[in-house]
């Protein structure tokens, strides 16, 4: 506190300090300008009429008149060195010193008594080259101040920025040329007609209030990431042709208290000025959380954000028309009040499309690239179950990349085919050689995965088997779904687990020993599991009883700590029912490779020679059918393959 009068003494001498530039600096530059400007002749303040009287008394011995300028240099007589004057007029001083002169030179008894004399036409630019000093000296006088201006300007948006903290920067997109549609947005039919009405009440809103309907305040778009709410929320304002409004749920919620509040205001202000309007909140889960949790309690800066958010919704007017869409992966968290009728009274679910809708969704990403005659998007609709919008979007430019690199002219269904295993498993790693040990053990590995999968019904078909390195992974079983599904049985989860430990059972038949390579597929089969133990009641031991306690995580923004609901025994019954699942993939997985061995065997060979196998080659190889002269002049890696660059 004692220090406080010098911090002001030295804030005030620093801004003296940063202003003196901008006085001293102006001041320079005008005294400058005024010496060049000065007349010379100022100094001796000699008078117009006493140069014509210099001339009427017959002082001048001699004179140059500069009729462009007007300016006049002149000797007296029995003086040395010449005076220079600027005449106000030229025109009239000729006329009054041009008798006189004339005159004197007439009645002159010598040629030296004459009084000899100059008329000098100058030049039209003289003018500029006496002025040059001045403007070059204005222009930098000019520049100097809008240097001034900038700064003050900036300073000034400093303030303002300050000033306007709680406003909101809300992206505005109404331009047709960017406007989006429901043609754009392919394998959400369900989706595109229950949004339908938002786009009919933004056109014509008195239709649906003469009839006393309400249309929802709020859409949520609840669905996996890639999905395409975000798409979804531009169409139904594309369509409507109403300013459109977007902004994250993260950028409501400051370390500063109150300008979450304060922006949600602002950005209901901006919409309700330019209704009928579309406000999108992209990951509303951010903002929009269960109250209660977390250790700022009621007072927490992002509740209070919630809390003018909820007023908002419910505070619209009847003919406002303003629709509030939300879009959120993780609709479990959201605060009840979010939900109820009158805020968010409507959730559409974006899920994953299905084969027709796929197609859809390829047909769309795939305008602008040419494509090769092979290439059937139903085929690759068909071969990639579980894929969304995103992913099908990425799957077709890794494709154009990859053709792009290999010099064709047009994506070809190889490219495509490539560009699915590259998304699923990662990039082809060639230039990491293994030794013949891990090399033979990934063989097995594989095989024992592929094997398993071959003997199973409930599994999809083999696509591709392959022991190059591709991303994290040292070789991949890949397997392709025949057709959507909704729901898994029990014998396919079962199943599930007896494939995932073909790799590590085949270790230990084949080479006595076993690996960490397991670890992540030993970790998939537990999870399998304890699902089906806690989650889906599949356990004929424990029955149809649910134990899972996912809500009641941290990170669900519920409570801090959570307690098993069930006694420390009945854990101990879950986990040995878990463990005697998995012991039995484990004996049902050893029956099926030591009954087929010998495919076990032959396939290892084969990815031994030539390190991967595709689907039909399998399938072949399994029924027998793969001749030997086939296979001995099957491509090997050095061909085709070898000319990738990933």
Same mark, same amino acid.
């Given at each position: 506190?004692?220090?406080?009068?010098?911090?002001?003494?030295?804030?005030?001498?620093?801004?003296?300090?940063?202003?003196?530039?901008?006085?001293?600096?102006?001041?320079?530059?005008?005294?400058?300008?005024?010496?060049?400007?000065?007349?010379?002749?100022?100094?001796?303040?000699?008078?117009?009429?006493?140069?014509?009287?210099?001339?009427?008394?017959?002082?001048?011995?001699?004179?140059?008149?500069?009729?462009?300028?007007?300016?006049?240099?002149?000797?007296?007589?029995?003086?040395?060195?010449?005076?220079?004057?600027?005449?106000?007029?030229?025109?009239?001083?000729?006329?009054?010193?041009?008798?006189?002169?004339?005159?004197?030179?007439?009645?002159?008894?010598?040629?030296?008594?004459?009084?000899?004399?100059?008329?000098?036409?100058?030049?039209?630019?003289?003018?500029?080259?006496?002025?040059?000093?001045?403007?070059?000296?204005?222009?930098?006088?000019?520049?100097?101040?809008?240097?001034?201006?900038?700064?003050?300007?900036?300073?000034?948006?400093?303030?303002?920025?300050?000033?306007?903290?709680?406003?909101?920067?809300?992206?505005?997109?109404?331009?047709?040329?960017?406007?989006?549609?429901?043609?754009?947005?392919?394998?959400?039919?369900?989706?595109?007609?229950?949004?339908?009405?938002?786009?009919?009440?933004?056109?014509?809103?008195?239709?649906?209030?003469?009839?006393?309907?309400?249309?929802?305040?709020?859409?949520?778009?609840?669905?996996?990431?890639?999905?395409?709410?975000?798409?979804?929320?531009?169409?139904?304002?594309?369509?409507?042709?109403?300013?459109?409004?977007?902004?994250?749920?993260?950028?409501?919620?400051?370390?500063?208290?109150?300008?979450?509040?304060?922006?949600?205001?602002?950005?209901?202000?901006?919409?309700?000025?330019?209704?009928?309007?579309?406000?999108? $909140?992209?990951?509303?889960?951010?903002?929009?959380?269960?109250?209660?949790?977390?250790?700022?309690?009621?007072?927490?800066?992002?509740?209070?954000?919630?809390?003018?958010?909820?007023?908002?919704?419910?505070?619209?007017?009847?003919?406002?028309?303003?629709?509030?869409?939300?879009?959120?992966?993780?609709?479990?968290?959201?605060?009840?009040?979010?939900?109820?009728?009158?805020?968010?009274?409507?959730?559409?679910?974006?899920?994953?499309?299905?084969?027709?809708?796929?197609?859809?969704?390829?047909?769309?990403?795939?305008?602008?690239?040419?494509?090769?005659?092979?290439?059937?998007?139903?085929?690759?609709?068909?071969?990639?179950?579980?894929?969304?919008?995103?992913?099908?979007?990425?799957?077709?430019?890794?494709?154009?990349?990859?053709?792009?690199?290999?010099?064709?002219?047009? $994506?070809?269904?190889?490219?495509?085919?490539?560009?699915?295993?590259?998304?699923?498993?990662?990039?082809?790693?060639?230039?990491?050689?293994?030794?013949?040990?891990?090399?033979?053990?990934?063989?097995?590995?594989?095989?024992?995965?592929?094997?398993?999968?071959?003997?199973?019904?409930?599994?999809?078909?083999?696509?591709?088997?392959?022991?190059?390195?591709?991303?994290?992974?040292?070789?991949?079983?890949?397997?392709?779904?025949?057709?959507?599904?909704?729901?898994?049985?029990?014998?396919?989860?079962?199943?599930? $687990?007896?494939?995932?430990?073909?790799?590590?059972?085949?270790?230990?038949?084949?080479?006595?020993?076993?690996?960490?390579?397991?670890?992540?597929?030993?970790?998939?089969?537990?999870?399998?599991?304890?699902?089906?133990?806690?989650?889906?009641?599949?356990?004929?031991?424990?029955?149809?009883?649910?134990?899972?306690?996912?809500?009641?995580?941290?990170?669900?923004?519920?409570?801090?700590?959570?307690?098993?609901?069930?006694?420390?025994?009945?854990?101990?019954?879950?986990?040995?029912?878990?463990?005697?699942?998995?012991?039995?993939?484990?004996?049902?997985?050893?029956?099926?490779?030591?009954?087929?061995?010998?495919?076990?065997?032959?396939?290892?060979?084969?990815?031994?020679?030539?390190?991967?196998?595709?689907?039909?080659?399998?399938?072949?190889?399994?029924?027998?059918?793969?001749?030997?002269?086939?296979?001995?002049?099957?491509?090997?890696?050095?061909?085709?393959?070898?000319?990738?660059?990933?």
């Amino acid at each position: 506190m004692n220090n406080s009068p010098n911090n002001k003494n030295n804030r005030s001498r620093n801004r003296l300090f940063a202003i003196l530039p901008y006085i001293i600096i102006p001041a320079v530059m005008l005294t400058a300008i005024l010496i060049a400007s000065r007349n010379p002749s100022d100094d001796k303040k000699v008078e117009y009429y006493q140069i014509v009287q210099y001339f009427d008394t017959g002082k001048v011995e001699e004179f140059s008149l500069n009729l462009s300028s007007g300016a006049l240099k002149y000797k007296l007589v029995g003086e040395e060195g010449e005076q220079e004057y600027t005449v106000p007029n030229v025109n009239v001083f000729i006329n009054d010193v041009n008798d006189i002169v004339r005159e004197h030179n007439k009645n002159a008894a010598t040629e030296d008594d004459m009084i000899k004399y100059e008329f000098i036409s100058g030049s039209s630019g003289s003018w500029f080259v006496r002025m040059l000093p001045s403007i070059v000296l204005g222009i930098m006088l000019v520049i100097l101040f809008i240097i001034m201006m900038r700064r003050a300007n900036s300073v000034s948006g400093d303030m303002n920025r300050t000033l306007n903290f709680g406003k909101i920067n809300a992206k505005k997109a109404n331009d047709g040329k960017d406007k989006t549609t429901f043609d754009q947005v392919a394998g959400a039919d369900e989706e595109k007609e229950e949004l339908s009405e938002m786009v009919e009440f933004l056109k014509s809103p008195q239709r649906f209030n003469f009839l006393g309907a309400r249309i929802p305040k709020g859409v949520l778009l609840v669905g996996p990431p890639g999905t395409g709410k975000t798409l979804l929320a531009r169409a139904v304002a594309g369509e409507a042709d109403v300013p459109f409004f977007s902004i994250s749920g993260s950028d409501f919620v400051e370390m500063y208290v109150g300008v979450g509040a304060s922006r949600v205001r602002d950005l209901f202000d901006q919409a309700k000025k330019q209704s009928p309007s579309v406000v999108f $909140i992209d990951e509303i889960d951010a903002v929009g959380r269960h109250r209660g949790a977390g250790m700022g309690g009621g007072h927490d800066e992002r509740e209070q954000t919630l809390n003018q958010l909820l007023v908002e919704m419910d505070g619209f007017g009847k003919n406002e028309g303003v629709i509030v869409i939300a879009a959120t992966n993780r609709p479990d968290i959201l605060d009840p009040a979010l939900l109820r009728p009158g805020r968010f009274d409507r959730q559409v679910t974006v899920g994953y499309p299905d084969t027709k809708g796929r197609e859809a969704i390829l047909k769309v990403h795939s305008k602008g690239k040419p494509l090769a005659p092979d290439v059937d998007l139903g085929i690759i609709a068909g071969s990639t179950v579980g894929f969304v919008g995103a992913d099908l979007e990425n799957l077709l430019n890794e494709a154009a990349l990859l053709a792009a690199r290999r010099n064709r002219k047009a $994506i070809t269904m190889d490219d495509i085919e490539e560009a699915t295993i590259k998304v699923v498993v990662g990039t082809e790693k060639r230039s990491h050689k293994m030794t013949e040990k891990e090399k033979r053990l990934t063989a097995y590995h594989e095989s024992g995965h592929a094997v398993a999968t071959y003997y199973l019904e409930d599994q999809d078909p083999v696509r591709q088997v392959s022991i190059v390195p591709r991303g994290g992974a040292g070789g991949y079983t890949m397997s392709v779904p025949t057709e959507d599904k909704s729901y898994k049985t029990k014998n396919s989860m079962l199943d599930d $687990i007896v494939v995932l430990l073909g790799g590590r059972v085949a270790e230990k038949l084949i080479l006595g020993d076993i690996s960490t390579g397991a670890s992540n597929d030993i970790e998939r089969a537990t999870k399998i599991a304890k699902s089906m133990v806690t989650k889906y009641g599949m356990s004929d031991r424990i029955g149809p009883v649910s134990y899972s306690n996912e809500s009641g995580e941290v990170f669900l923004g519920r409570d801090y700590g959570h307690a098993k609901d069930y006694s420390e025994a009945f854990a101990q019954e879950i986990d040995e029912e878990i463990s005697a699942i998995l012991h039995n993939g484990y004996e049902r997985t050893e029956k099926i490779l030591t009954y087929h061995m010998n495919k076990l065997e032959e396939l290892a060979q084969y990815l031994l020679k030539y390190e991967k196998i595709d689907g039909d080659k399998f399938k072949q190889l399994m029924e027998g059918t793969l001749e030997p002269e086939q296979s001995d002049t099957e491509p090997t890696p050095d061909g085709d393959e070898k000319t990738e660059q990933e």
